[in-house]
């Protein structure tokens, strides 16, 4: 079965630069999520996606931006990088805003 | 916000024996989900659970949401088995809220 898929894996970035995230949903999945995981912590979620429209957000720095687009992948914009965005970058999608969530391979940023 | 709360925090088993692992959440949820996370970090879903049970191979959960609870058991436990065990709850039309999680190691 199709699974979530993001781009890159792995990233590292100095400080002060900008980073893009990709994400591709499960096929007919309308829901995108962003979730930010730290070391040792628990994933902390960012912003939501619902039909292309912003649907939810968290705790998003202002320096981050994210868009749904019309094939439903989105992109997660990082600008101004900090030592502290160093973590590792989740997308989830699910067929429907409270539905079950399925998580990609994640993205691991690391800046330096 | 709804809170979660995971135990244990850490917990090491010997190779074969068994265990339960526990989530409590402190409002009614509309979605209940168990994570394994891997030593290489990825998520990967163990079940989907708003109320009552389900078993997957060695792996089985029951949430009983009157009592705002969830549990997670595994069973005959393999070294494959280590990593960190996630629960996570949305309240309805909500993002995903997780508890801190309880790491688990087990040993040959």
């Known amino acids: 079965a199709a699974g979530v898929i993001q781009s890159p894996r792995h990233l590292i970035k100095e400080k002060r630069e900008t980073a893009t995230l990709k994400c591709y949903p499960i096929p007919r999945h309308d829901t995108v999520y962003w979730y930010q995981q730290g070391p040792g912590q628990d994933p902390q979620f960012l912003i939501s996606?619902?039909?292309?429209?912003?649907?939810d957000k968290g705790s998003i720095p202002d320096r981050f931006s994210a868009q749904q687009f019309s094939d439903y992948h989105s992109e997660l914009n990082m600008s101004s990088l900090e030592l502290g965005d160093s973590a590792l970058y989740f997308c989830?999608?699910?067929?429907?805003?409270?539905?079950?969530?399925?998580f990609g391979p994640g993205t691991r940023l690391t800046v330096t | 916000g709804i809170q979660v709360e995971q135990s244990p925090p850490d917990l090491i088993l010997q190779e074969g024996a068994n265990s339960t692992l526990r989530c409590n959440f402190s409002d009614s949820v509309n979605n209940l989900q168990w994570f394994h996370q891997n030593p290489w970090g990825q998520l990967i879903n163990l079940f989907y659970i708003p109320s009552g049970t389900k078993q997957n191979g060695r792996l089985s959960a029951t949430t009983v949401a009157t009592e705002r609870y969830s549990l997670l058991y595994i069973s005959s436990s393999q070294t494959t088995d280590s990593g960190v065990y996630f629960c996570?709850?949305?309240?309805?039309?909500?993002?995903?809220?997780f508890g801190k999680g309880t790491r688990l190691s087990v040993i040959a």
């Open positions: 996606f619902y039909e292309k429209m912003q649907s």
């Open positions: 996570a709850v949305d309240s309805g039309n909500t993002p995903l809220v």
């Open positions: 989830a999608s699910s067929y429907a805003s409270g539905a079950e969530q399925y």
